[in-house]
């Protein structure tokens, strides 16, 4: 008997494992989120006081029609 067979180390690498197309994806994905993100800008723009009025106005305006919708089935019940 050889030396060589009786003496060998273990093999060091273990089998490549199979990774599923979702884990692959979903690390891709999340990979360019992160890229993505430290790409953006970190300071808003500043806004205009004319543009700065305009956004509140409508802002005002969804949260009027959000209650009227919500008050429409209770007026129902009168």
């Known amino acids: 008997m050889s030396v060589k067979t009786t003496t ?12 599923s197309l979702a884990d692959r994806l979903a690390l ?10 430290r790409r953006t800008r970190r300071v ?3 806004l205009d006081p004319s543009t700065l009025l305009r956004l509140q106005r409508e802002r ?13 089935p209770l007026r129902q019940w009168r």
């Open 8 to 19: 060998r180390p273990p093999d060091l690498h273990p089998a490549p494992r199979r990774v």
């Open 44 to 46: 808003r723009p500043r």
């Open 28 to 37: 891709r994905v999340g990979l360019a989120l992160i890229i993505w993100s």
């Open 60 to 72: 005002q305006a969804r949260e009027d029609r959000w209650l009227q919708q919500a008050a429409a």
